[in-house]
Nanobody
Framework: QVQLQESGPGLVKPSQTLSLSCTVS??????????FSWMRQAPGKGLEWMGA???????SYSPSLKSRTSISRDTSKNQFTLQLTSVTPEDTAVYYC????????????????WGRGTQVTVTA
């Protein structure tokens, strides 16, 4: 059974960098052809895909967030991390880490495992 668990601060000040980690158990970050992504849901809004890191370490980002987002991983800890710079109150959301199944060409199939989500509030 694959499990994902988010961790990080629940409060971040405007203009600071939001950093969240996701620890994966029951599965490896390096197993083909899985990708590990971050998604968020702001109050009253739908789910937003932020970006992902693939089994080989390649990254991809939402165009709207690309300039502020970085996803990295530590394979020794089986953990991947989100950094979002220059946050504003509009970045207040529940953040989820997710495992995505994809084809060998990187085409999305399904998101099969989700973390429980962690609330992040951006406030002075």
């Amino acid at each position: 059974q694959v499990q994902l668990q988010e961790s990080g601060p629940g409060l971040v000040k405007p203009s600071q960098t939001l950093s969240l980690s996701c620890t994966v158990s029951g599965g490896r970050l390096t197993t083909p052809y899985y990708y590990f992504s971050w998604m968020r849901q702001a109050p009253g809004k739908g789910l937003e895909w932020m970006g992902a890191i693939g089994y080989s370490g390649t990254t991809s980002y939402s165009p709207s967030l690309k300039s502020r987002t970085s996803i990295s991983r530590d394979t020794s800890k089986n953990q991947f991390t989100l950094q979002l710079t220059s946050v504003t109150p509009e970045d207040t959301a529940v953040y989820y880490c997710v495992r995505e199944g994809r084809t060998s060409d990187g085409d999305y199939i399904a998101s099969d495992y989700w973390g429980r989500g962690t609330q992040v509030t951006v406030t002075a």
